[in-house]
C-alpha cells in the first residue's frame, strides 16, 4: 500500500467512525423524543400510582438516553480531533496498526467491525488497549484476546 493510499484507508475509517456516531446520536435523540412524548401522554387513570410509575419509567428512560447522547456527542467531538492524514511509525491516536490476525483503529470505540471484508477493531483513544499499544512499533508484540500478537505494519 502507498503512504497515499494508506492515509486515503485512514481516512475512510474515521469517516465510518463518524458516520456511525452521527447515526447513534440521531437514534439517542429519537428515543429521548419518544420517551418525552410518552411521558407527557400517560393519562391520569384513577389509580394514581400507576400514572406516577408510567412518568417515572419514561422519565428514567428519557435520562438514561440522554447520557448517552452526551458521551455520543463528545466521542464525536473527540474523533473530530483525530488525525488521519500521517503515517505514524509508532502507536499514536489516529494510528492503524496491523497484525497477521485483525487489524485496529485508533480514533473511536465502535468495536469489531467488518470493513472491506476485513476485520478491523476500532478502539477509543481512552480503551485500555489502545493505553497498551501506545508507542509500539512495527514488529512490537502484544497479548490480545489470550493470543500473542506481533504488529506487521503501523500507519
Partial sequence: MTTAEKISFKNSLKQYC?????QRIAAAKEIIQNAQEAANNEEKSSAGD???TGRAMGHLQKDMHA??????IKELADLHTVNTGVIYQSVHT???IETDIASFFIA?????????GKIIFFLSPHAPLA??????KNADSFVFNQRNLIITAIY
Fill in 18 to 22: 463518524q458516520h456511525t456516531i452521527e
Fill in 50 to 52: 400507576k400514572y406516577e
Fill in 67 to 72: 447520557r448517552q447522547l452526551t458521551e455520543y
Fill in 94 to 96: 489516529g494510528a492503524c
Fill in 108 to 116: 473511536a470505540g465502535l468495536g469489531k467491525q467488518m470493513i472491506g
Fill in 131 to 136: 493505553a497498551l499499544l501506545q508507542n509500539k
